[in-house]
């Protein structure tokens, strides 16, 4: 019996094949270990490799032991021919025992297969796309067994991976000397905007990982470093803020005081002098520090908490090479550049000057990241969560940034550079326009007025939204004060920042959100570990479960809301009307006590409950006997509908607000509160789309809120429509059977009312 992989030690086996085709040179190199390594594995007479050449739209033979290789780079094969254009069509294993016999068998003379019978083939895909075909064959006439045949796909899905990669760096090149090709890179967008850039690589400034554990000669002078570098970290990220002073708000500037304090000698920074005063050497003691906090947040489901974790881990590098070689050296850019990195930090966005900074690229990293937050804020566009992206091989190509797809092309053509210079230019016209109606209100053709409301936490900009027309916040993320601080935020703290929020935009109302954390969103100092968080213990569930921090931030809200008025509740996760009672009554005993026993003259504010979990959706009837208003949080109630985690990038293209289910949710949701006579707006990604805004318009609801670069776009697009366009508009959508349609509808509607130009690129 001859030794196979349903014999040998399969894994084994596949880790060494994996591990050398990884660190293989080149894709030469990588493909010649895979044939080599699968015949000698699997002991058959041929091992060959057959890709996919988009140009001429053939397979073609890379590389071959056992057929001939005077054929390697001639032989090829259309889709619609022979066994490997079979299964690149099926993109499924084809196994046969006597290949000749096959009505798709085609014989080339080149390669001299004519002695082989056995043949088994696997496609090599990635991202849905077949690049080409792994293939096996033998003398002998059998079918090769389960465990064969599943050990090449194994291998072939590997290959995929190696493929792309060097598709992406240009070394995937078919026919000697040809054009690299275009590829495009789905992450997801952080930031909105488009750009044409080269790639500046950014690599770690200081490896943490390389640190080794040594004991120190003096515990005074390693001190003394330390600090010496804490403080020229500091300096530099000051430095960095006060450059953009100009470019952002108050608040986001606060995150650069925040991003500071997290190494602080009273944080982090005390850690590592204690480890220091133990007899550890100041970069083992900051490394063994900034490990393990980084590798307690990876941990964690929540988005945003695992972004503290690259903040700390990029400060954790700054301090380390201020240790190790006195900072890092001055960097020269040029024009229209688009840096790239695994992670980058906010403190890159002040070292590049504002005029040749044209975009940001990362392998990790969500739209909850300190970084995002700040470009957004600066109208830089952002693509995060690319995780299929060879950054390190980037440097000096061209590329397109695509911050409304969340996409990334490499070797453009000319024809889509020049569609997207096009883009460009109409986008930065078109901001300007909208700057001059910002002022404007927002009614429809027909006299319609629609409020727009702001969704905020950390990054609010109070001057510039009431300047955008915005009139009121529509959902205040509560919750952003207590991920970043060391422990539960006293009362007055509380009141402090609700206050701030409150007058800047009295007397509009803001709707404050009750804490939601938990589950997916565990505090640092509150850790909570579950199987599955995301339907755990979380948001109202949470908070009833703890009524001394429900009632302390209740209380807050309302004595931050004295005098002022213009306070709304909102309850998150709701899903029976048993939570609403519940809360509603520590809400009545909290403004009691406040009236009664400290005199406060607070009015009554109302609370409404979010409609995020389908439960509540069979519920709004009920709910209308115990709330003032619903707020529908499309953004999770998408994700739930559609059981897909938007900030998993590998599924993330499943996710969207158009999804015929999701627009008949939201429609019915519209219809049932108007009938319970409930008021109902909306907040998340759909509202702040114009075209969704439309959409939603033609529903029903009666505010939109929405984060601030959305506020012009959206108002610009329902000016220029009526109710009745709108509803029209809706009711062919809602016949739609899949998203595809739904977005075809939209965009011939939007181009049709000359609004085309508030879409994204048309490429």
């Known amino acids: 019996m001859t030794d196979t992989p349903t014999t040998l030690n399969m894994l084994d086996v596949l880790r060494k094949i994996v591990q050398e085709v990884s660190t293989a040179r080149d894709l030469h190199t990588a493909l010649s270990i895979v044939v080599r390594r699968v015949r000698k594995a699997m002991n058959t007479d041929v091992c060959s490799v057959y890709l996919m050449d988009s140009r001429q739209e053939r397979y073609v033979l890379m590389n071959t032991l056992g057929l001939n290789a005077a054929a390697v780079g001639v032989a090829s094969l259309a889709p619609s021919e022979g066994l490997v254009g079979y299964v690149g069509q099926r993109e499924e294993p084809i196994n046969l025992d006597n290949a000749p016999l096959h009505p798709r068998f085609r014989y080339l003379p080149e390669t001299g297969e004519e002695r082989y019978h056995s043949f088994l083939g696997v496609p090599i895909i990635h991202q849905r796309r077949a690049m080409g075909v792994l293939v096996v064959q033998q003398m002998d006439k059998r079918k090769f067994d389960e465990g064969e045949e599943a050990f090449l796909v194994t291998i072939a899905a590997q290959l995929a991976a190696v493929l792309a990669h060097a598709q992406l760096s240009g070394s995937l090149k078919i026919i000697p000397g040809q054009r690299q090709e275009m590829v495009r890179f789905e992450g997801l967008p952080a930031s909105p905007g488009a750009a044409i850039g080269k790639a500046r690589v950014i690599m770690p400034p200081a490896d943490l990982d390389s640190v080794p554990d040594r004991e120190c000669e003096s515990i005074e002078d390693e001190k003394v470093i330390f600090l010496a570098a804490l403080k020229s970290v500091r300096d530099d990220i000051r430095a960095v803020g006060l450059k953009l002073a100009n470019r952002v708000?108050?608040?986001?500037?606060?995150?650069?005081?925040?991003?500071?304090?997290?190494?602080?000698?009273?944080?982090?920074?005390?850690?590592?002098?204690?480890?220091?005063?133990?007899?550890?050497?100041?970069?083992?003691?900051?490394?063994?520090?900034?490990?393990?906090h980084v590798k307690y947040l990876e941990k964690v489901e929540d988005?945003?908490?695992?972004?503290?974790?690259?903040?700390?881990?990029?400060?954790?590098?700054?301090?380390?090479?201020?240790?190790?070689?006195?900072?890092?050296?001055?960097?020269?850019?040029?024009?229209?550049?688009?840096l790239v990195g695994e992670e980058l930090s906010p403190a890159l966005l002040g070292e590049v000057p504002k005029e040749k900074l044209a975009g940001l690229i990362t392998v990790k990293g969500s739209s909850n990241s300190h970084l995002a937050i700040l470009?957004?804020?600066?109208?830089?566009?952002?693509?995060?969560?690319?995780?299929?992206?060879?950054?390190?091989?980037?440097?000096?190509?061209?590329?397109?940034?695509?911050?409304?797809?969340?996409?990334?092309?490499?070797?453009?053509?000319?024809?889509?550079?020049?569609?997207?210079?096009?883009?460009?230019?109409?986008?930065?016209?078109?901001?300007?326009?909208?700057?001059?109606?910002?002022?404007?209100?927002?009614?429809?053709?027909?006299?319609?007025?629609?409020?727009?409301?702001?969704?905020?936490?950390l990054a609010a900009d109070h001057a510039r939204a009431l300047a955008y027309g915005a009139e009121g916040v529509g959902l205040y993320r509560t919750e952003v004060q207590f991920m970043m601080a060391d422990r539960f935020p006293s009362e007055q703290e509380q009141v402090s920042l609700y206050r701030q929020q409150l007058s800047a935009f009295a007397p509009r109302e803001v709707t404050m959100r009750t804490l939601d954390i938990g589950g997916d969103k565990p505090l640092p100092y509150f850790p909570i570990e579950e199987d599955n968080?995301?339907?755990?213990?979380?948001?109202?569930?949470?908070?009833?479960?703890?009524?001394?921090?429900?009632?302390?931030?209740?209380?807050?809200?309302?004595?931050?809301?004295?005098?002022?008025?213009?306070?709304?509740?909102?309850?998150?996760?709701?899903?029976?009307?048993?939570?609403?009672?519940?809360?509603?009554?520590?809400?009545?005993?909290?403004?009691?006590?406040?009236?009664?026993?400290?005199?406060?003259?607070?009015?009554k504010p109302l609370v409404g409950a979010m409609i995020e979990?389908?439960?509540?959706?069979?519920?709004?009837?009920?709910?209308?006997?115990?709330?003032?208003?619903?707020?529908?949080?499309?953004?999770d109630l998408t994700q739930y509908m559609l059981a897909v985690d938007r900030d998993?990038?590998?599924v993330a293209r499943l996710y969207s607000g158009y999804h015929p289910s999701v627009?008949?949710?939201?429609?019915?949701?519209?219809?049932?509160?108007?009938?319970?006579?409930?008021?109902?707006?909306?907040?998340?990604?759909?509202?702040?789309?114009?075209?969704?805004?439309?959409?939603?318009?033609?529903?029903?609801y009666q505010n939109l809120s929405m984060n601030l670069a959305s506020l012009p776009r959206v108002k610009a697009a329902i000016r220029r429509v009526s109710i009745g366009q709108a509803r029209e508009l809706l009711a062919r959508v809602l016949k739609c059977a899949s998203t595809d349609q739904v977005v075809g509808h939209l965009g011939v509607f939007m181009g049709e009312l000359g609004l085309g130009w508030l879409s994204g690129p048309k490429s």
């Open 249 to 292: 708000s108050a608040q986001e500037q606060a995150l650069f005081e925040a991003y500071i304090q997290m190494l602080d000698e009273d944080s982090l920074g005390a850690e590592v002098l204690k480890h220091i005063e133990e007899g550890q050497w100041a970069q083992g003691a900051l490394a063994f520090v900034v490990r393990r």
């Open 533 to 603: 968080p995301c339907l755990g213990w979380r948001g109202i569930r949470f908070t009833l479960d703890h009524p001394e921090i429900f009632l302390t931030q209740v209380r807050a809200m309302l004595r931050a809301s004295e005098g002022l008025d213009n306070l709304r509740i909102l309850l998150p996760m709701i899903s029976s009307v048993r939570e609403v009672e519940e809360a509603r009554a520590l809400i009545r005993r909290a403004w009691v006590e406040l009236r009664q026993n400290e005199g406060l003259r607070i009015a």
């Open 375 to 457: 470009a957004r804020a600066m109208g830089i566009p952002v693509v995060m969560g690319l995780t299929d992206l060879p950054f390190a091989q980037l440097e000096g190509q061209l590329l397109i940034l695509d911050g409304y797809r969340g996409q990334v092309i490499t070797n453009p053509d000319e024809l889509l550079r020049r569609q997207y210079v096009e883009f460009i230019e109409e986008d930065r016209a078109l901001s300007d326009a909208l700057e001059a109606e910002a002022g404007l209100p927002c009614i429809t053709r027909d006299g319609h007025r629609v409020p727009l409301l702001l969704n905020t936490g």
């Open 663 to 700: 627009l008949q949710v939201l429609a019915k949701i519209a219809a049932d509160s108007h009938a319970a006579r409930l008021p109902v707006s909306i907040c998340g990604e759909l509202a702040g789309d114009p075209a969704g805004a439309v959409l939603l318009l033609g529903m029903g």
């Open 648 to 650: 998993n990038p590998r």
């Open 303 to 338: 988005s945003y908490l695992r972004e503290r974790a690259a903040d700390i881990r990029d400060l954790g590098r700054r301090v380390l090479s201020y240790l190790q070689a006195g900072g890092e050296a001055p960097r020269d850019y040029e024009d229209n550049t688009l």
């Open 613 to 635: 979990v389908p439960a509540a959706i069979f519920q709004i009837r009920a709910l209308s006997e115990r709330v003032d208003y619903l707020s529908v949080g499309s953004n």
